[in-house]
């Protein structure tokens, strides 16, 4: 949900809306590469970087994986558990198009996810 795989900034707030709409905001952890509003409900954790796109830590993550979530040190991890099964890659933009130029041009949220000058 980050710049290059969203693409653009997706909006992950209307997400966090849906959970606490069905009661489980207190029940549910999100964590999300997408961008948040400042008026989520519960343990939300936004904007990881690098995102998906880009192999960040969110790009493998299987069933069965778990995530830990420490408040106090302000980190998340996360614990991948294999049981022999293939580790999926990172999902690969669009390759062709103009969904395939915007994520080989965007660059990260934490630089303004502003488009560069394509190399020629």
Do not use: C, K
Request: glycine content about 20%; hydrophobic content about 40%; charged content about 15%.
């Amino acid at each position: 949900m980050g710049p290059r795989g969203g693409p653009g900034t997706v909006f992950a707030a209307s997400f966090v809306a849906a959970l606490n709409g069905a009661g489980l905001g207190g029940h549910v952890a999100v964590v999300t590469d997408g961008e948040l509003s400042g008026l989520n409900h519960g343990l939300v954790v936004g904007q990881v970087m690098p995102e998906a796109a880009d192999g960040g830590p969110l790009a493998g993550l299987q069933d069965g994986d778990t995530i830990s979530i420490d408040l106090d040190a302000r980190r998340v991890d996360v614990h991948p558990v294999r049981n022999g099964a293939p580790v999926r890659a990172a999902g690969d933009a669009a390759e062709r198009g103009w969904l395939g130029q915007y994520a080989e041009l965007v660059g990260p949220i934490q630089g303004g996810a502003v488009l560069r000058r394509p190399a020629h």
